[in-house]
């Protein structure tokens, strides 16, 4: 299995910041996926993030609001910006494409916990 | 559009019996991936099985097994002699193309009880 970890685990923060989540994966990785859980509800994709390449935005979400960057195999960061409380959420790192592996497992990070106020 | 249906908002079994979990999907591209995650009540998201639309075999992990059928746009999920760890949120989710336009269905949770 993969190890990743997300910091920060939580935060709190007042409307109008920006904020950094970072993704850290232990196996370099082709693909990097975003997603954000609202409390009790379902998941969505925000966007996916290749190395070497523009990330890739689902409907409803652009990149000057969740600006990406990916700059190596193992890393990539999801910057929510002008935050508002309608953001408050549980943001969620997704790696898979593991070059030392064959593997097709899908591995999740642990989650940044956002309220905004 | 694509959507994904998780009619069963919530089951309760008792321990040992099989249950099953349905998904039933729309979407207009031939080809797709469908999925199924698992999220119990630490939080962590689990990622259970994905399948692409040209492979229509059964799956068999364990006590796990799923269904997958275009004729009915379904993709059904069966725990086997269902254990008290299998108690979680079970999400069933549609792509058209890897990674991209990703769906997820609201997802059914799943207690078993002692």
């Known amino acids: 299995s993969a190890v990743i970890s997300q910091k920060p685990s939580r935060d709190i923060c007042q409307r109008g910041t920006s904020l950094t989540i970072q993704c850290q994966v232990d196996s370099q990785v082709t693909m990097m996926f975003w997603y954000r859980q609202q409390p009790g509800q379902s998941l969505t994709l925000i966007a996916t993030?290749?190395?070497?390449?523009?990330?890739?935005?689902e409907s409803g979400f652009v990149i000057d609001k969740f600006p990406i960057s990916r700059p190596n195999l193992t890393f990539s960061t999801l910057t929510v910006s002008n935050m508002s409380p309608e953001d408050s959420s549980i943001y969620l790192c997704s790696v898979e494409g593991f070059l030392a592996t064959s593997k097709e497992t899908q591995y999740f990070g642990p989650g940044t916990r956002l309220l905004v106020l | 559009a694509q959507k994904v249906t998780q009619a069963q908002t919530e089951i309760s079994v008792v321990e040992k019996e099989d249950v099953t979990l349905d998904c039933v999907y729309e979407t207009r591209d031939t080809t797709y991936y469908l999925f199924w995650y698992k999220q119990p009540p630490s939080g962590e998201l689990v990622f259970l099985i994905r399948?692409?639309?040209?492979?229509?075999q059964n799956e068999i992990s364990g006590r796990y097994s799923w269904n997958f059928q275009k004729s009915t746009s379904s993709f059904n999920f069966t725990i086997t002699a269902s254990q008290v760890v299998d108690s979680a949120v079970y999400f069933c989710a549609l792509s058209e193309a890897y990674g991209q336009n990703f769906v997820f269905g609201p997802g059914t949770r799943l207690s078993v009880l002692p």
């Open positions: 993030a290749n190395q070497g390449s523009e990330a890739t935005y």
């Open positions: 399948r692409n639309s040209f492979d229509e």
